[in-house]
């Protein structure tokens, strides 16, 4: 199901269209006046970088104090990653899947209890 984009002649608008059935007779119009005089737009793309690329462009993991290092999403595993890679050893995949989940915002199983816990709770 392709999307297409188009620029309205009239209003000079930008709109997109998803395409259900390519086999099927279409005929767009604009989202903002009804003109079915539009011309086709170059689409945007998405680029994803690798893994090499983020660390190139954002420095090398490195020993810091502070804690704001590691409230930065990309710092999450990197020390780890940069380890396994310094002893050339692959990182297993149970690892890796959780350092990815951690990116996206999803702790472990273990830390899902502390996150609404005080710093300063007693604990017996």
């Known amino acids: 199901m392709p999307i297409y984009e188009f620029i309205c002649q009239k209003c000079h608008r930008r709109m997109s269209s998803l395409v259900r059935d390519i086999s099927a007779p279409f005929a767009p119009k604009c989202s903002s006046c009804g003109s079915t005089h539009l011309s086709h737009a170059v689409s945007g793309f998405a680029y994803h970088k690798l893994l090499k690329a983020v660390w190139k462009e954002s420095g090398e993991p490195t020993i810091h104090t502070g804690e704001d290092y590691y409230k930065d999403p990309r710092n999450?595993?990197?020390?780890?990653?940069?380890?396994?890679?310094?002893?050339?050893?692959?990182?297993?995949?149970?690892?890796?899947?959780?350092?990815?989940?951690?990116?996206?915002?999803?702790?472990?199983?273990?830390l899902k209890d502390l996150k609404s816990a005080s710093p300063t709770a007693a604990y017996d």
């Not at 050339?88 to 702790?107: T, Y």
Request: no cysteine; proline share 9%.
């Open 76 to 110: 999450i595993g990197r020390w780890m990653e940069k380890k396994f890679q310094d002893l050339g050893q692959e990182l297993p995949s149970q690892i890796q899947e959780k350092i990815q989940a951690a990116r996206e915002g999803v702790l472990p199983e273990p």
